[in-house]
C-alpha cells in the first residue's frame, strides 16, 4: 500500500481561517495615490483574498468605487459593472470566473484604468468524488470525477501500479477517463499532480478490481499429460496457472473469458490450483486437484536377478521408475503399453517389496519379491594345489560373480552353466571354506572346508612398517629358505637380496614397485606359488625444483583456509619437512574446500611435460573409502580421485604423482593466477579428516 501521505489543502479551512485575521492577511494591497483626500478620484488600495478559488467572491477596497465601470481580468476577461455582485464607494464584489488565469487585473474608471501591482492567483484544489464503475476489469475504462482533474498528471493504483496523463482517454477539469491497467488490485485510488513534492489526493471509495474466479475443474483425478478444464469467469484475466510441484502453466490450448484448457505436465504433483492475473495477485481453488496413480500386478513374485518381470494394470505409461529390494532401480524395457511393461530386475536387488514411482513422484508399492539365491551343493576334489580346477555343483550357478578362497583371494571361474562351474584356486588360497558371490552381494558359504595341498613358507609380519622402494623390507616366518623368488606388485621380480635364513629374508624394494597396499607373491624351489600378507609399498619422491612448488606451507597464507577445515601446523611428530597442513574437521560432509587462494601468484607451466605431485600422510581412517580430491589449478579443477587413501592408512608419507596431460580440461598453458586450491567430496560420509596431513604441493618436470 502507499507509504507518502496524502498532501491536500483544505480550503474550507482556509476560508475559516480568512474570516478570523486581520484583513491586511487577506487582500493583496494596492498603491495609494498622495494625501487623504481623493478629490473624487477612484482609488484601488486592496483586493483579495489571494489567493482565491474560481467560481468563489473576489472584493475590490478602495475609494470612489461606485464609479468603477468594468475589471478585467487577466486572459481579456472583461466583467461589467452590471455584473458585479456588489458595487458601493468602498468595496466592489465580483464571482471569479472559471476561465480565470493568473496575471495582474485592471479596474476600469473614468479617471484612468488602476492595474494591481501584484498578480491574482488562484487555488487549485484537486478533488476526486466518483469513481464509475465501481467494480471493474482490467483493461477496461475508468471514469474518475471530481474537480480540478486537469491538473492531474498520475493516476496511481493498489499497489503502486501507476498510469501516467499519456494514456489517459479523456481529461477536463471534472473528469478524467483512463483503462484500469492489467497489474492493478483492488483498493483506494489516488491522483497526483505529479510535481517534484506533488499532491496526492486518495478516493473515500475502494475500486473492486475484479478477479478470476473458479467454478470448476475437470476431470479430477487427472492423468498427467492430459488435457485439465477450467471453467468460472473472468478467466481471460490469467496469466498462469500454476499446478502442484511448481508446476506454471504460461500457454494454454484454449483461454477464454469462461473456460481454460491446459495440459498437465508429467512431474505435476497433488495440490490447489493457483489462477495468477497480471497483478499477482493468486486465486487459490477450494479442493485440490490430484494426479492419476497407476494400478500394478507383478509376475512372477519369485524371480532371479537380470530376469524379466511383467507387470500389468492402468495407466502404466506413467511409472518412471521401478524399485527393488535393496533401493536398487529396475531398467523398464521399451515397448511398453499402457496396460503392460517389462522390468528387468537389476542385478543387486535385494529381496523385497518392489515400488513403482510416476514423474510425479507418486509412489505404488506392490508385491514383495523372492529373489533367488544360488545354492552350494558340492565341491570336488576336496583337496587341491593352487593353479588346479575344482568343480562346484548346485544350482543356479549363473547368478555368481566371484569365488573366493581363505586368504582372502578370488579363483578365476572357468566353463559354467545353471548347475556346475569349473573354479581355478588361485595362488595364495589356504584351507577353509569357498564362499559363492552373487550378483547382488550374498554370500554362500560351502558346508565342507578345502584343504590347499602346498609346501609354503609361513610370513607372519614384516620388520618395517611399509616398504620403500630402494631400501630393505625384512620378512618374518618359518621354512624361509623354500623361498626361490619374490615378486612386488607391478609384477615386479626382486634382484637384489640381504640375509636369508629359514626365520628371515631381506629383500630390496624395486624401486618401480606399485604404491600402495599390495601382496608380494611367493615362488619355491618345489614350484609352489604363495602370497606374503599385504604391506604398504611407497615414500615421498625429493622436491626436484623449488622453483616449481605450489605450496609447502612455509607461508601459511597461501593455503587459504576457505572451509575452515584445515590448519597449518609444524609438530615435530608429523613433520616432512617444517609446515604441513592439517585436516581439522572429523565429520567434514558434502563438498567442502580443505583450501583455497586467488590472490596470489602460483607458477606457471605447461601440462604436456609436466607432473603434479603431492605428499600425504593418512594416520587414520577417513571412515569411508568413497571419497574424490579435486585440486584447482588456475581456475580449472582436475579430479584426483581418492588419491590412493583408499587403505587405512599410508604408513607414513608418501608421495602421489599425476600426469598433467591425462586431464583434458586443463589448458595447454596452466595460468598463475585465478582461483588455487584443494577441495573434496564423499558419497558416503560424514568424513574425519583430522588423521589428514599434506605437504609439498608442487609441479615436476618430466
Known sequence: MYTKSTKYISYVLLFLLIGVVSASTLFISCKKESGSTTSGKTMLYSYGPMPVARGAELRFIGDNLDKVTAIVLPGNIEIAAASFLSKTATLITITVPQNAVEGLVVVKAPGGDITTKTAIGFSEPISVDNLAPATIKANEVLTITGDYLNLVKQVIFTDRVTADSTTFITQTRSQLTLKVPPTAQTGKISVSNGKTDPIIVFSANILDVKLPVITSFLPNPVKAGTNLTITGTDLDLVKTVALGGNQNITTFSTQTASQIILSVPAITQDDTLRLIPASGVKVKSSGKLVLVVPTVSVTPTTVKNGADITVTGTDLDLIDKVIFGGNKNGTIKAGGTLTQILVTVPDDALSGIVKFTTKAAKEVTGPSLTIVDPVFTSFAPSSSRAKSDIVITGTDLDLVTTVSFVGPVNGTIGNRSVTQMTVTVPVGAKNGKITLVTKNGKLIQSAADLTVLANLPNITSFTEPKGIPGKILTLNGTNMLLIKELIFPGNITATEYGLKTDTQVEVYVPMDVTRGYGQIKLLTYEGEEGLAPQVYFGATDPVKDPALMITDATNPDIPGNWGGNIQVANDPLYAL??????????????????????????????????????????????????????????????????????????????????????????????????????????????????????????????
Open 577 to 702: 619437512s617444517g609446515n604441513y597442513i592439517h585436516g581439522t574437521a572429523s565429520a567434514l560432509g558434502g563438498w567442502a574446500w580443505l583450501w583455497g587462494n586467488n590472490w596470489y601468484t602460483f607458477p606457471s607451466v605447461t601440462k604436456s611435460d609436466h607432473l603434479f605431485k603431492m605428499d600425504i600422510n593418512l594416520t587414520k581412517p577417513f571412515g569411508t573409502t568413497n571419497v574424490h580430491f579435486q585440486m584447482e589449478l588456475g581456475g580449472t579443477r582436475i579430479d584426483l580421485g581418492a588419491m590412493g587413501l583408499t587403505t587405512p592408512t599410508t604408513v607414513g608419507w608418501i608421495t602421489v604423482t599425476f600426469d598433467l596431460a591425462a586431464f583434458g580440461d586443463l589448458p595447454a598453458t596452466i595460468p598463475s593466477n585465478g582461483e588455487w586450491g584443494i577441495n573434496f567430496w564423499y558419497a558416503d560420509g560424514p568424513v574425519d579428516i583430522t588423521g589428514l596431513y599434506l605437504d609439498n604441493i608442487r609441479y615436476e618436470h618430466k
